[in-house]
């Protein structure tokens, strides 16, 4: 796949190069190609303009002609192809407040954020590493090109893709990158917090999302991006267990805001303020509010009994996905509820028994209950109103709790009772009015 990747990148650059043009690979196709790791897509960089670069293939797409990209078809794998350039002043590196477009290939890899990155690969697959990128790399080292006060006020995303990149690659970041780093962080309040997003996914979804929050919290960085989040206040020591092997992303941020004690609602709000999706905000809240609602339950009865108890409880109210996913956290990190009061033992427990529990409940959400609410309504024969959803609450929590079979003809004769003591209770509070 890499490889038929690349075969299409170089009839792109061959074409180029046969009309004239200098053309080459930069970036981070060139630095993944060193390390053996595989390249997720080809950059192009070359002297064309991009009106010629548009002249010259059928079909292509203008991403950013302000900017110099062109986005050019070949076969069916697209490449943004960028003309040479330097640049002053940047909202984005793909996206810099003023171009200047050069000559030199040399021009434009003096410009970008660390050495790995400025590198470029000839037709030939000959290497132009003018900042020693190779030799950095072999020493584990991260380092900016050139001045790197410079590179971070350029773009200060750049300081959050250096701590992204010292733990993606296990990387150190070279004492004059961290030094300026620590001098410019200030700037990162200029950068959408849509960018800051992008660049934190990616640090915790990596493999090695500890070695980032060091970094973070290290650097401080984000005690300055334009909105104060919770998050920077991560603690390295409180974060216990291997959490990295999360499979699933949101399940790690639904890590760190438990391990922080951080309420769902605060964790909503500040992952919408991070941008995150509808869809992501709510897979996280669901976590999160589940583990509270257990800790809450639990309270009430800690014991043996009670803590199955909470968890049954817990599932029919935020569903077997949630808790599933709570259960995973707990796997990783045994000791993520401490901040919500839950005491280890608990914990453990939850991690042997919690499974177990989740299968031998005979129902998990109302779906699954022998009696819905339409037919609860046309059986009772009584009025539509708040009763029902309390009623069909009240069968779930006994069915889910085995204290009732889940038998169409045994729910509605609860269903009844229940009915029953609902209206006495109301007209009793009726009375005392
Ligand atoms: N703020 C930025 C962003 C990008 N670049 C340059 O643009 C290249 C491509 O950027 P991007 O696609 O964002 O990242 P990659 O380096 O390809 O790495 P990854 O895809 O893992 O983010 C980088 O290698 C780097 O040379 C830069 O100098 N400064």
């Keep these: 796949m890499t ?9 792109v650059i061959r074409k180029l190069l046969e009309h004239g043009y200098e053309a080459y690979m930069v970036g981070g196709c060139v630095r993944d190609k060193q390390l053996n790791r595989p390249v997720k897509d080809y950059d192009i960089a070359t002297a064309a303009k991009p009106e010629q670069v548009q002249q010259l293939f059928q079909r292509t797409i203008p991403t950013g002609l302000q900017h110099g990209t062109v986005s050019v078809r070949m076969d069916d794998c697209l490449f943004e192809v960028t003309t040479f350039r330097t640049e002053s002043g940047y909202e984005d590196f793909r996206h810099p407040t003023e171009v200047q477009f050069i000559d030199s290939l040399y021009e434009d890899l003096r410009r970008r954020d660390f050495t790995m990155n400025a590198m470029a690969l000839d037709i030939d697959g000959h290497l132009i590493d003018p900042f020693d990128g190779v030799n950095d790399m072999k020493k584990n080292l991260l380092r900016c090109v050139g001045d790197a006060n410079e590179r971070f006020q350029e773009d200060a995303l750049r300081m959050l893709r250096c701590i992204r990149f010292a733990s993606q690659y296990g990387l150190e970041i070279e004492n004059q990158t961290w030094l300026a780093l620590l001098k410019q962080a200030p700037l990162l309040e200029h950068i959408a917090m849509e960018r800051v997003r992008m660049e934190l996914e990616r640090m915790i979804a990596e493999a090695a999302p500890a070695h980032a929050v060091q970094l973070l919290e290290g650097s401080r960085l984000l005690d300055y991006v334009k909105q104060s989040l919770r998050l920077a206040d991560l603690n390295q020591e409180k974060l216990s267990g291997d959490w990295s092997t999360l499979n699933d992303p949101l399940l790690k941020w639904a890590y760190l805001y438990l391990s922080m004690g951080v309420s769902a609602a605060e964790t909503e709000q500040e992952l919408r303020a991070l941008t995150f999706s509808k869809q992501q905000v709510e897979q996280v809240r669901q976590v999160i509010a589940a583990a509270h609602e257990l800790s809450r ?34 796997q990783a990190s045994p000791g993520v509820l401490t901040e919500l009061g839950v005491a280890d033992k608990w914990s453990k427990s939850l991690i042997t028994c919690g499974l177990t529990w989740l299968k031998d409940m005979p129902v998990h959400s109302l779906e699954e209950l022998d009696l819905g609410g339409r037919e609860l309504l046309a059986r009772l024969s009584k009025p539509a109103g708040p009763w029902v959803s309390k009623v069909l609450a009240h069968l779930l929590r006994e069915t889910a709790l085995k204290r009732l079979a889940n038998e169409s003809d045994l729910l509605l004769a609860e269903a009844e009772r229940f009915y029953e003591s609902i209206i006495q209770q109301e007209s009793g509070a009726h009375e005392h009015k």
């Design 3 to 11: 490889q038929d990747l690349e075969r299409k990148a170089k009839k």
């Design 297 to 330: 339950q639990l309270a009430l009865e800690p014991n043996e009994d009670g803590l199955q108890q909470a968890w049954k409880l817990t599932v029919i109210s935020y569903g077997q996905e949630s808790i599933v996913g709570l259960h995973q956290i707990l």
